[in-house]
């Protein structure tokens, strides 16, 4: 078996080529899969990595506008407090107003700090600071001072408003030109802090009579946004976020880094940006950027784009392997299913090849019946027991043949001198007078002549011109007490018929269903055509009909096989050999049929198919 199988590589290439094509086709299609959940998983890992930042971000810009927002409520009650005497106090205060003696030795700075409504401006701070946690000190400048201005700070000690010159933010609050602006962080040291604390401003202007009078300027602790920034968990410390928040100036409001802080930002490279990759620094970052044009600031969030990028795809190396696992293992299934159906197929072959040199007993092996290899093993099988009962009923046919060429030559025995000697008496009885018999006589040697006829088939109208000689012969004999009828349709005489089908049906009649001392004998024989493809033929009688048993008998009889040399009646040829030859050579549809009842007549139809003389003869050809 195993040198067939190799023997039938050539025969199953198409087959493996198939199924290899079919393999690369999954492992491509698995192949495109991984790639996708890469890409996607990669998509997921790195939205939730920019989220925490995002959330991060959010919170400290909420933080920043929460603040701004908060500088009106600190600042617009200033000068609108009139029950406290904030506004009275803050407007003499910047006017310039005070009550003191211009004459001592004393500074203008140093006698209005310490005028009276200087102790009101400290309760004002006081109650700021205590609003909100997060305020260092408010500054105040005035507009008739040029470099210097006024520091207040509260602490739970101490209350002071000193002169300063040195104030980080005094430059800018001096060139401001709004009533709102946002100052980066500085380093802001006071008499209860000499610590510094690192502050960004709000500073706010002052107006008399709509005219600028100073400006007042809100100091607030970075340290919170510190405080947000640590309590996020950002999972690696290569992918830390830095949050920028900056002036729409460039000025440093708070960096998570530390790194940026006193230096201005090129606030323009991130004016088209909202998401996506840039150069900072020259490093690639990636960067995501909130615009605050109300609030005059800009939020960058930046985070080193290759580890972000190697972070996202953490899950990659997992993906790959379980993709190209499963590649392989489909590729291997495949190949065995593949191996599988080739060994099925084989067999398949190997069957065919046996069947083909004419062992047609020889029957697939039929592993299951349920699949699509077996349906075709049954199917072959099918066909072939198909073909052996046809080469069988052919050898039978055959067979048949020869044992009716046999019958006829010992019937004939010597037809040539039968035939000159039934001459010679015909011819000596009209010479004696005897004209009836010398006639049935003449009839007679015609029926030797036709068996005398080699040919297998004929036409029907033949077939009816012999059979009506042969009753001819019979009416002489039996004279008015028979009645022969024929009702032949036209387009039935042209077809052709094997020879003597008839006969052996009309001599069947005269041995079982003739009635001797009946003066009504009748015998009908009829021909039409059944639909496109046969013709029956029929030959009815009012004789004495068949037991219904017999009947039975022979209705089995003629269902079963059929043996060799079947007679029905003496020298004829029985109904069981009539029926074998018809079924044998126009197929199973065809044969004889018989129904009867008992005392009123027989009727035996044969059916035939629809086939010229010539047809026959070529069919004829192809059963050999």
Not at 20 to 30: C, D
Request: proline share 2%; charged share 25%.
């Amino acid at each position: 078996m195993r040198r067939t199988v190799r023997g039938h590589r050539t025969k199953t290439v198409y087959l493996n080529r198939l199924n290899r094509l079919n393999a690369t086709i999954y492992v491509i299609v698995i192949l495109f899969l991984g790639m996708l959940v890469v890409y996607y998983s990669a998509a997921l890992e790195k939205n939730k990595l920019t989220q925490t930042n995002r959330d991060a971000t959010n919170e400290i810009m909420q933080y920043f506008q929460n603040k701004d927002t908060n500088f009106y409520s600190v600042y617009m009650p200033m000068f609108k407090d009139k029950k406290n005497g904030y506004e009275a106090a803050l407007l003499e205060f910047f006017l310039g107003e005070y009550q003191g003696n211009p004459d001592t030795n004393q500074s203008a700075e140093d006698v209005l700090l310490a005028n009276s409504d200087t102790d009101v401006i400290l309760d004002m701070i006081e109650s700021v600071m205590a609003q909100d946690s997060d305020i260092q000190w408010v500054f105040f400048h005035r507009n008739l001072d040029e470099d210097v201005g006024y520091l207040g700070n509260v602490s739970s000690s101490t209350k002071r408003l000193e002169s300063v010159s040195d104030f980080p933010f005094l430059s800018e609050v001096m060139e401001k030109t709004g009533i709102h602006k946002i100052l980066g962080s500085r380093y802001v040291a006071t008499e209860n802090d000499k610590s510094a604390t690192r502050c960004f401003a709000i500073t706010g202007g002052v107006f008399y009579q709509r005219q600028c009078v100073g400006s007042m300027t809100v100091g607030y602790s970075t340290a919170a946004f510190d405080t947000i920034y640590r309590k996020y968990d950002f999972n690696e410390e290569s992918i830390l976020p830095t949050i920028l928040i900056a002036t729409t100036e460039g000025s440093v409001i708070y960096d998570s880094s530390g790194q940026n802080y006193g230096s201005m930002l090129d606030i323009q490279s991130f004016d088209n940006s909202q998401e996506g990759t840039m150069e900072v620094n020259g490093v690639k970052q990636f960067v995501e950027v909130q615009k605050l044009p109300e609030k005059g600031a800009i939020v960058i969030c930046t985070v080193p784009w290759n580890a972000l990028n190697l972070l996202s795809h953490k899950n990659t190396p997992l993906i790959i392997g379980v993709t190209v696992f499963f590649a392989v293992l489909a590729a291997s299934l495949y190949e065995l299913s593949g191996h599988l159906s080739s060994r099925r197929v084989n067999v398949i072959l190997d069957s065919l090849e046996e069947i083909g040199k004419d062992n047609l007993s020889y029957r697939v092996p039929v592993i299951n019946e349920q699949d699509e290899f077996g349906v075709i093993a049954s199917t072959i099988n099918r066909m072939t027991d198909q073909l052996q009962e046809y080469v069988n009923k052919v050898y039978i046919y055959s067979i048949k043949q020869k044992n009716a060429e046999l019958g006829e030559l010992q019937a004939k025995f010597n037809p040539h001198f039968l035939y000159n000697t039934l001459e010679v008496i015909r011819a000596q009885l009209q010479e004696k007078g005897d004209v009836e018999t010398a006639d049935m006589v003449l009839l007679l040697s015609r029926i030797f002549r036709n068996f005398i006829n080699k040919k297998p088939f004929v036409t029907i109208q033949e077939e009816i011109s012999l059979c009506d000689v042969y009753l001819e012969l019979f009416r002489l004999r039996y004279r008015d007490t028979i009645q022969i009828e024929f009702d032949i349709d036209t387009e039935v005489l042209r077809y052709g018929i094997i020879r003597n089908l008839l006969q052996p049906v009309i001599e069947n009649y005269f041995v079982h269903g003739f009635v001797a001392g009946s003066a009504q004998n009748c015998i009908t024989i009829t021909g039409a055509l059944e639909g496109q493809d046969y013709i029956i033929l029929t030959v009815e009688d009012n004789g004495t009909g068949i037991e219904e048993s017999r009947l039975k008998e022979i209705e089995k009889e003629l269902g079963e096989p059929s043996a060799d040399g079947d007679k029905d009646g003496e020298g004829g040829y029985g109904l069981k050999n009539l029926h074998d030859r018809i079924h044998v050579f126009y197929g199973e549809k065809c044969g004889v049929t018989i129904t009867s009842d008992t005392g009123k007549g027989t009727k035996i139809a044969l059916r035939i198919c629809q086939m010229t003389v010539e047809e026959h003869e070529q069919q004829m050809r192809m059963n050999q």
